[in-house]
Structures are given as C-alpha cells and as structure tokens.
C-alpha cells in the first residue's frame, strides 16, 4: 500500500510560478515510478510528468516540456513539480500517482495509486 498527498495548488497569474508537491508513503513508494497528471473541467485526466526511483530518468508531455519540471528528493520520500510560465490552460486538479510500468507510461490505467489531487488555477 502506498500513500500520496499532493499540496502546494492555489491560484495565480498567467506568467506565474508554483511548485507543487507529492509526499509518499509505504514500503514501496521509494522504488516506484511516479507520474504527475492533470484533470480540467469537463475533460479527461491527463498525464504530464513522469521520473524514475532516484531521479535521474524524467519524461513530459510536449505541452509542458521546457515549463515544468519533475524533481525527486528520496531522503523526503517526495515528488515535485515546478511549474513556470504557467498558462490559464495548464488550470486543473492536478495528482500525482505510482507505477511501475516506467517513466514513459502515460496511461491512467499503468497506475496503482493515486493522491486526492490539488487544485491549479491560473488566471489570464
């Protein structure tokens, strides 16, 4: 069993930053694949952001590659997510989640647990 909870959404300006986070628990979570998606209003959840155990593999979605960035602290047992030069259409709950199908598995299907989500709003 593992254990996520995101924190760090809230409200900002387009241009803006934020750093959202993704705290895990569990036997597992410190060898697992951990992805980052994204749920707007009225659409599908999406990925965005997936790194390998230490850190050292990371994979975007093309919207994103270049203004966010997935980080990893494992002495944290935590997840990252900078986001720069956000855009009104990057607005959505966003979750992070685990797998271990590998840092390129987009599908929501792939993963085996996921946070309750924290909400991204960007005003424009």
């Known amino acids: 069993q593992v254990q996520l909870a995101e924190s760090g959404g809230g409200v900002v300006q387009a241009g803006d930053s934020l750093r959202l986070s993704c705290a895990g628990s569990?036997?597992?979570?410190?060898?697992?694949?951990v992805g980052w998606f994204r749920q707007a209003p009225g659409k599908e959840r999406e990925f965005v952001a997936c790194i390998n155990w230490n850190g050292d593999s990371t994979y975007y979605v093309d919207s994103v590659e270049g203004r966010f960035t997935i980080s990893r602290d494992t002495a944290k047992n935590s997840v990252y997510l900078q986001m720069n030069s956000l855009k009104p259409e990057d607005t959505a709950v966003y979750y992070c989640a685990v797998t271990w199908a590998g840092v390129r598995a987009k599908g929501i299907n792939l993963y085996d647990y996921w946070g309750q989500g924290t909400q991204v709003t960007v005003s424009s």
């Open positions: 569990g036997r597992t979570f410190s060898s697992m694949f």
